[in-house]
């Protein structure tokens, strides 16, 4: 019996690395450090909805990577949350049509189908609501309105083609095109990171600092609200709810009188928005943001709403400080951010979809008044250009005119320049 039991035992642990998968939760696994979840990141299955069609994903991809949608033809929803990296812009705030700056940070898409809300105020519940706005925000793509999106699209026969096949007939609607890109944003997820491995058995897929990290996470409390599989605020324990509506959320800062809280608030410009009282006119709701979702978070800098923080251990130092009470030393900081680092799942392959393309003729309008009216507006940019900056450099190089003497100082100088360098490097040797 005894024995039986041992190699029982023994047996288990020799395929326990690779079917733990399977048996995770059948199984008590012996952690070396307890983690916050043991729910792995969901699988695809676990999101994916009814009528997730492969054809209607690739539609919906190639309208995510669409810039003929927005009034000046380049922006795409990929131009601010750029699937080629980590789902953002990686900038401050975002840049819109026109080159306007908005007022607040994109957030990564990657994972965006398991969350409950969308939005840093949450003000909308599902992917297909969000996907509404962007196409007319003023400072984003800046359509007039959704018909002339929609129009654009429905004039070009390719797309009327793939609506047919996806939806039946080949109306371009609001609802199809938004149902079309939330359903290729589900697929938008990173599986497998060395945290979810951890999890599932794999008890040595993360290194002692992170393991040391995971222990400092808990014990500050950071837990309490990047909590659930995607670390983005579902309160501990509780099941999933992808695009529930429900709001989980936070006023950052919650500790505004910690002193080294009041510091990053100033420096980071933290209480300038109104957060989520923007939508419920509800003073309670003011400087309150969803929880962001913690993974891939080692990808997604600058942090927070504001765009503000440059890295990733300011922005542990700043939630320490307004969110837990606590000042952190520099190796909780490094703990934790390692930690983080296991949170970096696999990004799927991607590739560029080919758009469909009009046959001789351009999906833009061509709208000669506007062209004019641009041209006009700016005064003839070219003299103001030749008059600031080629003038310039014309007064400091007469010899602008032949770019062959250019060429040539250049090369000289380049020259000179190595041989700089090999004379130091001789002299050091010796
Ligand atoms: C000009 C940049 C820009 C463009 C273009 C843009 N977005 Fe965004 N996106 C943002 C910003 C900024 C936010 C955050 C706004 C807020 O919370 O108020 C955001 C938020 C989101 C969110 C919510 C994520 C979360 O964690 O809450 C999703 C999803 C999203 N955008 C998808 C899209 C889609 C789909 C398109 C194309 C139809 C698109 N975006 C076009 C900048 C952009
Ligand atoms: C009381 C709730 C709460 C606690 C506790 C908390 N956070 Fe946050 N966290 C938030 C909210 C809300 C935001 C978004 C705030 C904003 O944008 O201004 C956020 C944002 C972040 C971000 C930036 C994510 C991004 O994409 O910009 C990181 C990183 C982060 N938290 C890590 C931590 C760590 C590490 C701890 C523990 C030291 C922690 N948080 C504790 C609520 C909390």
């Given at each position: 019996?005894?024995?039986?039991?041992?190699?029982?035992l023994?047996?288990?642990?020799?395929?326990?690395?690779?079917?733990?998968?399977?048996?995770?939760?059948?199984?008590?696994?012996?952690?070396?450090?307890?983690?916050?979840?043991?729910?792995?990141?969901?699988?695809?299955?676990?999101?994916?909805?009814?009528g997730?069609?492969?054809?209607?994903?690739?539609?919906?991809?190639?309208?995510?990577?669409?810039?003929?949608?927005?009034?000046?033809?380049?922006?795409?929803?990929?131009?601010?949350?750029n699937?080629?990296?980590g789902?953002?812009?990686?900038?401050?705030?975002?840049s819109?049509?026109?080159?306007?700056?908005?007022?607040?940070?994109?957030?990564?898409?990657?994972?965006?189908?398991?969350?409950?809300?969308?939005?840093?105020?949450?003000?909308?519940?599902?992917?297909?609501?969000?996907?509404?706005?962007?196409?007319?925000?003023?400072?984003?793509?800046?359509?007039?309105?959704?018909?002339?999106?929609?129009?654009?699209v429905?004039?070009?026969?390719?797309?009327?083609?793939?609506?047919?096949?996806?939806?039946?007939?080949?109306?371009?609607?609001?609802?199809?095109?938004?149902?079309?890109?939330?359903?290729?944003?589900?697929?938008?997820?990173?599986?497998?990171?060395?945290?979810?491995r951890?999890?599932?058995?794999?008890?040595d897929?993360?290194t002692?600092?992170?393991?040391d990290?995971?222990?400092?996470?808990?014990?500050?409390g950071?837990?309490?609200?990047?909590?659930?599989?995607?670390?983005?605020?579902?309160?501990?324990?509780?099941?999933?709810?992808?695009?529930?509506?429900?709001?989980?959320?936070?006023?950052n800062?919650?500790?505004?009188?910690?002193e080294?809280?009041?510091?990053?608030?100033?420096?980071?410009?933290?209480?300038?928005?109104?957060?989520?009282?923007?939508?419920?006119d509800?003073?309670?709701?003011e400087?309150?943001?969803?929880?962001?979702?913690l993974?891939?978070?080692?990808h997604?800098?600058?942090?927070?709403?504001?765009?503000?923080?440059?890295?990733?251990?300011?922005a542990?130092?700043v939630?320490?400080?307004?969110?837990?009470?606590?000042?952190?030393?520099?190796?909780?900081?490094?703990?934790?951010?390692?930690?983080?680092?296991?949170?970096?799942?696999e990004?799927?392959?991607?590739?560029?979809?080919?758009?469909?393309?009009?046959?001789?003729?351009?999906?833009?309008?061509?709208?000669?008044?506007?062209?004019?009216?641009?041209?006009a507006?700016?005064?003839?940019?070219?003299?103001?250009?030749?008059?600031?900056?080629?003038?310039?450099?014309?007064?400091?190089?007469?010899?602008e005119?032949?770019?062959?003497?250019?060429?040539?100082?250049?090369?000289?100088?380049?020259?000179s320049?190595?041989?700089?360098?090999?004379?130091r490097?001789?002299?050091?040797?010796?």
């Amino acid at each position: 019996m005894v024995l039986a039991l041992g190699v029982c035992l023994l047996s288990m642990l020799a395929v326990g690395a690779a079917s733990a998968q399977d048996d995770a939760e059948d199984e008590e696994i012996d952690y070396p450090v307890e983690p916050p979840t043991d729910q792995p990141l969901p699988e695809y299955e676990e999101v994916r909805q009814e009528g997730d069609t492969e054809e209607k994903v690739a539609l919906g991809e190639m309208l995510y990577f669409e810039p003929r949608i927005s009034e000046t033809g380049t922006v795409s929803c990929n131009t601010c949350h750029n699937v080629m990296e980590g789902g953002d812009d990686s900038r401050p705030t975002a840049s819109g049509v026109h080159g306007q700056v908005g007022p607040i940070a994109s957030p990564t898409v990657w994972n965006s189908a398991f969350h409950s809300t969308q939005f840093w105020d949450g003000r909308a519940d599902t992917l297909a609501e969000q996907a509404e706005g962007p196409i007319v925000a003023d400072v984003e793509m800046g359509m007039p309105d959704h018909e002339a999106a929609l129009d654009r699209v429905s004039n070009n026969e390719g797309y009327r083609e793939l609506f047919e096949e996806v939806y039946g007939d080949d109306e371009v609607t609001l609802d199809r095109v938004t149902d079309a890109i939330a359903a290729y944003e589900r697929t938008l997820i990173t599986p497998n990171s060395s945290y979810d491995r951890y999890v599932q058995g794999e008890t040595d897929a993360l290194t002692e600092q992170q393991l040391d990290g995971m222990e400092t996470f808990q014990e500050v409390g950071c837990d309490t609200c990047h909590a659930g599989p995607a670390f983005s605020g579902q309160g501990p324990g509780t099941a999933f709810e992808a695009e529930s509506g429900d709001f989980y959320g936070h006023p950052n800062p919650t500790y505004e009188d910690n002193e080294q809280c009041q510091e990053y608030v100033d420096r980071f410009g933290l209480m300038e928005n109104p957060g989520r009282m923007g939508v419920t006119d509800d003073e309670a709701d003011e400087f309150v943001y969803k929880v962001p979702t913690l993974r891939n978070v080692e990808h997604t800098a600058p942090y927070l709403h504001t765009g503000q923080v440059t890295n990733l251990e300011d922005a542990i130092r700043v939630m320490g400080a307004c969110q837990n009470d606590e000042e952190l030393d520099d190796e909780q900081v490094e703990d934790i951010r390692a930690f983080l680092t296991s949170l970096t799942g696999e990004y799927p392959e991607m590739t560029m979809p080919r758009l469909p393309t009009p046959s001789g003729e351009s999906m833009m309008p061509f709208d000669e008044d506007a062209q004019l009216e641009d041209v006009a507006d700016e005064d003839d940019p070219f003299e103001e250009e030749v008059d600031d900056e080629v003038n310039d450099e014309v007064d400091d190089e007469p010899e602008e005119g032949l770019p062959g003497f250019g060429a040539i100082v250049g090369l000289a100088a380049l020259i000179s320049a190595a041989g700089l360098v090999a004379l130091r490097r001789i002299r050091a040797e010796e």
